[in-house]
């Protein structure tokens, strides 16, 4: 029987420690959890929200009239055998770094670029995580869920899950009607290539080494990222605040015109990124303080809680930068947490 619990504090369950009380919390451990949940959430008429380890969620003030499940089922299992790969099916509330350093263990290639993003592997494929040129949509298979609209349990192949730049189905039409249970990857038995980024080029450059094994590359990629991002557990954050906007290729063109330095990156002939960091840092906000919240001074993609602040004060920060960014490049800066107010 699942046990909900009343009034807990949404800043204990997400990294960015804003948000008031949420009404009901419960944790599921086993598959057969979600139905429970499901009728309590009949019951007790409010919305169910499945959560990982709050990693990429922030939760607004006062009460809260939801029920919130953290997703807790967990698992690593091999599920399929190829001549050159292993597919690797792990549960939603395994923790993601453990699932990369368990396969890296495994000798299994795939993960390494992805090492050390906070979170669960529920939530992987929900914002497709990545980092380094690799994403989570590269190596999964399937993953499974509990659809709300008929209460099965169903295998939703890759192809079907409408991976994006840090976006799928989970986070559009299936927000909501999908709680993810398990996701299955599959992993290359071979070596991989050093990801070609001048930060790791240059770590294995001053260390002489050509031929990194996987267990280096993946402590090139921990040590270079904490050195960048500050850490959660002194720091409250959520990541990157921003997604890097997607614009047409002459409003590139235009900003790289007036800025040289803009950091555009071309998505194909009539679409290019820009850097969201880049755009807030030329904004003039890199390392400014909003009382309580503010722009990492490492990095401006990042927004920290410097302590007690709550869900307004980071409105108030937000709205300042996305006007400014507005004001100077005539861009919209989408924010990549999800919200739960
Ligand atoms: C310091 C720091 C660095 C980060 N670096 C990166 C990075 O390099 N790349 C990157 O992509 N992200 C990064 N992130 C963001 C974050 O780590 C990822 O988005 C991660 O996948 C979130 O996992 P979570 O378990 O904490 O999800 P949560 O924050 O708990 O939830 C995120 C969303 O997923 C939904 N969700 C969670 N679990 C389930 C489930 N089982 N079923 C259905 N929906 C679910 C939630 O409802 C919510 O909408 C970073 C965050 C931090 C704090």
Redesign the pocket.
Known sequence: MLLFSGYTEGRD????RTGGQIRYFGEIRKKEDIKDALDFSETAKLPL?????????IFGDGLLNVIVL??NIKGIETTGKGTDSLDITAG??VN?DSLVEYTIKAGLSGLEA?S?????V???P??????YGC??ADTIVSVE?FDRTDGMFKIIPCAECRFGY?DSI??KEG?GR????SVTFRLSKYPPPIPQYPDIIDFFRVKGQSAPSLGEIREAITTI?WSK????ATLP????FFKNPVVDAETGRRIKMEYPDARVFPLDESRVKIAAGWLIEKAGYKGLSFGKISVYDKNAL?LVNNGGANHADLTAARGSISESVMEKFGIILEQ???E?I
């Open positions: 369950l997400c990294t960015f929200i499945a959560i990982g380890e709050g990693s990429n969620l953290k997703m939603a509330g993601w992805l050390a993003i906070p979170g669960s529920g939530a992987s929900v914002q497709n995580i990545g980092a994403e989570a869920v840090r989970f986070k927000k999908y709680i993810i249970t990222r991002l500050p850490d959660p954050n959520a990541g990157s990042i990549e947490p999800d739960v």
